[in-house]
DNA sequence: GCAAATTAATGATTTATTCAAG
DNA sequence: CTTGAATAAATCATTAATTTGC
């Protein structure tokens, strides 16, 4: 175990990068089906996950097409910004004139953190990923434990054009992650 | 002491006892020797190494010490804003009521980078890095005036007690610390 | 002199902002 | 315009300094 991350390089085709500049960054477009479940995913409760469900997820969507885990990430935390902004758009629009300038958002009233574990941030997780070669996911999207007659608001059935309207503090990340027990949360 | 814990992702312990597992997460405790090649190289004007240099960075500091690539990210991404921070605070208090207009110093050290990520190919890269602009070495100094050597007993040389309070572009080219000179060739 | 309590530094995460491809 | 990608700012959490009391 004293081995750790190793140069996995290996990134486009060799060549000597000393002056080679490539402007163009051509950015990954998810397919429909990757949207689905990433929405999917979201939409159960887990806005960020931990790095370890990231890779899995990563490993589901690449069934449907190219991905990196850093797509994955990125995918999750644009959506919760952008979720976030749509909110306080509407926010602003209700209130109208109003000067909601109660406190700085910085104590989160309603910004509920139910977790916090590796979720490789900004921060480059870079080869640190098991890159296990285990295909076999969640299987299916399905076998999760069929909830009885809960409220599943966000059933990963579908979800209306409209999504961004939800403020539910009551998250319970219930996709599927049978052994999703990192869910450590900071230690008070 | 010598805790090679460096991990960055969540590590369960063997365990699976129902105890407290081990919820508190080590940190990495970079040794002084690191964090005098960590600073020369910064102060070198490689504020923001692209990942090919940081892979070459993490290898330089696992000699004295366990280290991962990502570590060596949040150090540099720290070191900018803590750095930033104090020339804002300083700033802010000798212009008092001045106008802090202007660019902020859009040095052109820190350029943005392009690099392709090709995600859709095989690279689980994250965030991606451009290219280096000074491949040469971390001893090229650039017009990046960003010395920030806090501390004394990181003074490569007997420099001005010039902590970070430089904002004045006149491109003075500082003392460049060519110590890192020697860990250059330090390729794996 | 040491150890608990407090403070200061600083590594790691999250969020907001920005840039650019489609 | 939408939205993936990247960074900086803000925040959190843990470790090291330091203070305090014995």
Known sequence: MENQAQDSGSRRSGGSETERNEPVR???TPKPEQILILESIFNSGMVNPPKEETVRIRKLLE??????D????????????RS???Q??????????EQP????WTGGCDTIQYENTAAAGSAPSFYN??????SSLYGSSSSCTENDASNDMFSLSGHPALPEIDQNPSVHSSFCPSDVSDFQYQSG
């Not at 069934?63 to 990196?68: D, E």
């Open 26 to 28: 051509s950015r990954w």
């Open 63 to 68: 069934k449907f097409g190219a991905v990196g």
């Open 70 to 81: 850093a797509n994955v990430f990125y995918w999750f935390q644009n959506r919760r910004s």
């Open 84 to 86: 976030r902004r749509r």
């Open 88 to 97: 306080r758009q509407i926010q602003a629009s209700v209130s109208g004139g």
């Open 101 to 104: 300038q109660t406190q700085p």
């Open 129 to 134: 990923f098991p890159m296990s070669s285990s």
